[in-house]
């Protein structure tokens, strides 16, 4: 029994000297598998990046700041859902600030069961919820809101997008214009109940500006499926 014993030890100890003088360290390989949490940033980064596409906001051109208006009592439906979602996919932007006003926020479910906005907020850091104040005009009044449109873009350009466009491709290519638009009916002109979206550059939108490009044919056309917008660019 006391040999017994005597080998036990002997074991014991070896397997204690060897684990702290050749510790197992872990494997380290240069490639990277992004879990669903962070697979964004990787698709951002890695995968998806086209130097040639995108525009880096130091060369002078828009800002990649998109710009939501959310107006009005309403909960966030799935054709909200499915425009957020193409801007995040398609567009990658540096951030997108959806402005509203307190009296107007965007509504929860009270039962939890569509949380599409908060699971979009939580999946991308650079959704950023900005209030504009304490009460919101009148959505329906086409000059009102068209004034807040210049407001947002005023100081530092940016894309305003409608809040129910689906994107089929990204917008860098238009951030080298002065001004771009997209509306639904070009006879209806340059609207903003027929505005899809408004891409400018720091100090372009102005009155006069919008007025020249509602007369030249540069302004796109998108699709309307009385759901949602499609944009194909």
């Known amino acids: ?17 060897n684990t702290q003088t050749n510790p197992t360290h872990p494997t380290i390989t240069n490639t990277y598998t992004p879990d669903s949490k962070h697979k964004h940033f990787y698709e951002r980064n ?30 966030f439906e799935f054709k909200h859902f499915l425009s957020l979602l193409s801007i995040m996919k398609k567009q990658q932007p540096n951030k997108v600030i959806v402005h509203y006003w307190d009296d107007n ?32 005009p009148d959505c329906t ?49 340059l609207v903003y109940s027929n505005l899809a979206f408004l891409v400018s550059k720091t100090g372009e939108l102005t009155a006069d500006n919008l007025q020249a490009l509602q007369t030249s044919n540069d302004v796109i056309q998108c699709s309307t499926s009385g759901t949602y917008m499609l944009c194909l660019l």
């Open 105 to 136: 926020p965007i509504l929860r479910d009270r039962n939890d069961y569509n949380l599409w906005y908060w699971d979009l907020k939580a999946e991308y850091y650079n959704i950023i919820p900005s209030s504009m104040g304490k009460t919101a």
């Open 46 to 75: 890695v995968e998806h990046y086209k130097p040639n596409d995108v525009l880096l906001p130091y060369v002078g051109h828009a800002a990649d700041t998109i710009h939501i208006i959310w107006c009005g009592r309403k909960w």
């Open 1 to 17: 029994m006391a040999l017994v014993a005597v080998v036990a030890t002997f074991a014991i100890f070896t397997l204690f000297y």
């Open 141 to 189: 009044n086409d000059g009102i809101m068209m004034s807040h449109v210049f407001a947002v873009l005023k100081n530092n350009g940016g894309i305003y997008i409608n809040d129910t466009v689906v994107l089929d491709e990204h917008l860098h290519h238009l951030r080298k214009r002065p001004l771009s638009a997209a509306v639904v009916d070009k006879d209806k002109g």
